[in-house]
C-alpha cells in the first residue's frame, strides 16, 4: 500500500540567517491511508508549522510534500485551490466559523466554492449532520451554540468535500473535559468506520490515545514514535504508554506537552 501523504526533508526556518529559528529542521514521515497520526510537542517544537506547510499556508525552504504522490509545492491557480478543497480539510482549534453564518450555511460553504450539486451537498449534510449529532443546530448561528458544538459543525464543514486527509491543529484546545471526548469518539468512529485518514497535532494526552500512531517532535525534529500496535490494546492502556514516554524523555508532561 502506498503512502497517501510523505514528507520528506521538510524544512523552514525562521529569522536571520546566521541564528535562524529552525522550526523544522529535516522531518521525515509518511501516513498512510486511513492512518489516525498524531504529532505532539512543546509550543515551539513545529506541530503547527507542519500542518501549515502540508496545507499550503506556509512555503516550506527545503524538502518535499506528496499527497497521493503529487508533489503539491508546485500547485498552482485551479489545482492548488482543489487541493486546498478537496484533498485536504483542516479542522481548528478555535473553530473558525463565520459568525454571519448559520451551522448549516458555514458546512455547505466549501461546496458551493467548488461546484458540488446541491442535491448530493445536502445529502451528505444529512449524513454528517446525523452522525456528528448537530442537526439540531443546523439552523443556528455560531454564537447560538456550545463550544463542543461549534467544533462538530467545524468538523463537519471540514469532512464535507470527502478530504483525502483531515488536519486537525489541536481540536480539544478550546473544549471542555466532556466535549473533547465526544468530539474525539467521533474523529476516532470517523476513522475506524469510514476510514479516515486524519492528522492530529495535540498537546492533549487523553486525545492522543485515540490515534493509532504518534510522532513526538522537538526543535523541529521527529525524536521517538509510539505505535498502538497490539490490536486488544486498550485505549487506556495506550494513554499510560504515552504518560511513560512522556515522563522518560523529558522529566514529565510539562517538558514534552
Known amino acids: 500500500m502506498e503512502p497517501i501523504l510523505k514528507i520528506e526533508s521538510l524544512k523552514k ?51 518535499s510534500i506528496a499527497m497521493k504522490g503529487r508533489q503539491i509545492q508546485s500547485l498552482k491557480g485551479a489545482a492548488l485551490s482543489d487541493y486546498r478543497g478537496k484533498e485536504i480539510g483542516y479542522l481548528f482549534q478555535n473553530f473558525e466559523l463565520l459568525d454571519n453564518l448559520t451551522g448549516q450555511e458555514n458546512i455547505l460553504l466549501p461546496l458551493s466554492l467548488h461546484s458540488v450539486p446541491e442535491k448530493e451537498g445536502m445529502e451528505r449534510l444529512r449524513r454528517l449532520a446525523s452522525y456528528l449529532e448537530i442537526t439540531d443546530v443546523l439552523q443556528k448561528f455560531p454564537a447560538q451554540m456550545s463550544g463542543g458544538q461549534r467544533q462538530r459543525v467545524a468538523a463537519a464543514r471540514a469532512l464535507i468535500l470527502k478530504p483525502g486527509v483531515i488536519l486537525a491543529d489541536e481540536p480539544t484546545g478550546a473544549l471542555d473535559s466532556k466535549n473533547a471526548k465526544a468530539l474525539m469518539e467521533k474523529l476516532s468512529g470517523l476513522n475506524q468506520e469510514e476510514k479516515a485518514t486524519i492528522l492530529m497535532v495535540t498537546h492533549d494526552s487523553n486525545a492522543a490515545s485515540y490515534c493509532r500512531r504518534i510522532l513526538f517532535i522537538q526543535d523541529g525534529v521527529i525524536f521517538y514514535e509510539l505505535r498502538r500496535d497490539l490490536p486488544e490494546e486498550s485505549q487506556q492502556d495506550f494513554y499510560a504508554r504515552i504518560l511513560n514516554v512522556m515522563a522518560q524523555l523529558g522529566g514529565g508532561s510539562a517538558n514534552v506537552l
Not at 523544522?24 to 486511513?34: A, D, E, K, R, Y
Not at 504529532?39 to 501549515?52: D, E, F, Q, R
Open 13 to 63: 526556518y525562521y529569522g536571520k540567517s546566521k541564528n535562524p529559528t529552525r522550526a523544522l529542521n529535516g522531518i521525515t514521515f509518511q501516513v498512510m491511508p486511513g492512518e489516525f497520526l498524531g504529532i505532539m510537542g512543546s509550543s515551539g517544537s513545529g506541530k503547527s508549522t507542519l500542518l501549515n506547510c502540508i496545507a499550503t499556508v506556509t512555503r516550506p525552504d527545503s524538502g
